[in-house]
């Protein structure tokens, strides 16, 4: 698989120094998000994401806030050393919708969407289901966009479902229609002389009103292959597992990559850690892959072939100098897939919290087969 070959220079460059209203036109006139990078004194430092501006200062001084502030540091990968392991692990590390490549004296850009193209044969016999997140974060259609934004902020996600009052998938909101639809204010000139009054009416208009629809959906049956294909032509980055009308799943790009991994990963390897403004030095790591680890193993049972990854990030918050730190779990086994998120001050009571949260989930689902497996037989044994 040559990978080389799908490395474009179809991007844009901008300097640390600019503010945040000048990126806005960018993605505005864009229909897929592009490559943004930044440059400083010369020198690619890093990329700009959607996800960014929606948590940096874009809802109140875009024409003062530097995007130096908020900008995401990214790994490179020399043409030399292209591989789609490496290529894949950087997508779900960093979570960016391009990798960069260093060539000889100048950068290059994997896209997401090219690179999925290109390992689409991987997933052969794969179904939605297999890899669908069961967890569908939502809004309520009547909510404002200031909820939703809220809610993306509060869930670490770029896009959120919009239900009915019957929990029925009427729409999706992304960070970039708010981005589009609320903040650029139809694109013209006012962005950034607006009062914070003004701003606040701004992000009360109703989801419904800025949303898109109808959405893009499919079936947990369907293959992934399918998914890959109707992300690629619709042009957006998720796609909601729907069971009726009623949204049963959901499943993104990274899901794919992760799906990916986990295949291409050495057996040995059943757990992932990655982080986010998190440092881990060996010992701390390997004692976390050995608490990680044990778990798989008290559960080998139940839950056969298994995969756990594990995302951690540091967030704003301090308690006697003790980072708040975020953490989110993905457990893929042959009984399904498992996800939780948790939050507690410091690495160790964060993974513990969170993992203590995991283990709830899959002993309910546990009991839940204990339970039908018992029926069925009091039921053989009375018939």
């Given amino acids: ?146 909820k939703a934004l809220a809610t993306m902020r509060d869930y670490g996600v770029s896009r959120v479902v919009v239900v009915d009052d019957e929990n029925k998938v009427v729409g999706i909101i992304t960070g970039k229609d708010i981005i589009d639809r609320v903040v650029s204010l139809g694109k013209d000139d006012r962005l950034g002389h607006l009062s914070m009054k003004e701003k606040i009416k701004t992000l009360s ?48 790009k990274k899901d794919f990559l992760e799906y990916y991994l986990k295949k291409v990963t050495p057996k040995e390897y059943e757990v992932q850690i990655i982080t986010k403004g998190v440092v881990l030095d060996d010992s701390e790591t390997e004692v976390l892959l050995k608490d990680l680890n044990k778990f798989l193993k008290k559960f080998k049972g139940y839950l056969g072939k298994s995969h756990l990854f594990v995302y951690m990030k540091k967030l704003k918050l301090y308690y006697r100098r003790i980072p708040l730190i975020y953490v989110r779990m993905k457990l893929t086994s042959d009984r399904g897939t498992f996800f939780v998120t948790g939050e507690s001050w410091g690495i160790e009571f964060a993974i513990h919290v969170t993992l203590n949260k995991l283990e709830r989930q899959v002993i309910k689902d546990k009991e839940l087969v204990v339970n039908k497996r018992t029926m069925q037989r009091f039921y053989e044994e009375t018939l």
């Fill in 1 to 146: 698989m040559n990978i080389g070959e799908i490395v474009r220079d179809d991007y844009d460059v901008i300097s640390v120094n600019e503010t945040i209203s000048k990126v806005i036109p960018m993605l505005s006139e864009s229909k897929h998000e592009r490559a943004i990078l930044v440059e400083e004194n010369g020198k690619i430092v890093g990329i700009v994401r959607e996800k960014d501006l929606i948590r940096g200062g874009l809802m109140t001084t875009p024409r003062e806030t530097k995007i130096k502030k908020f900008f995401t540091k990214t790994g490179i990968i020399h043409i030399s050393e292209l591989t789609p392991e490496r290529v894949a692990r950087r997508f779900v590390e960093d979570s960016v919708p391009f990798v960069l490549v260093k060539l000889n004296g100048k950068i290059g850009v994997i896209y997401i969407n090219d690179f999925l193209q290109k390992i689409k044969q991987e997933f052969e016999n794969v179904e939605v289901g297999d890899v669908m997140n069961p967890e569908v974060i939502v809004v309520r259609s009547s909510d404002s966009a200031a």
């Fill in 205 to 252: 208009i109703i989801v419904e009103g800025i949303m898109s629809y109808p959405v893009v959906t499919i079936k947990k049956e369907n293959p992934i292959a399918k998914a890959i294909d109707l992300m690629v032509e619709n042009d957006i980055s998720s796609l909601v597992v729907v069971d009726g009308n009623v949204p049963g799943g959901i499943i993104t």
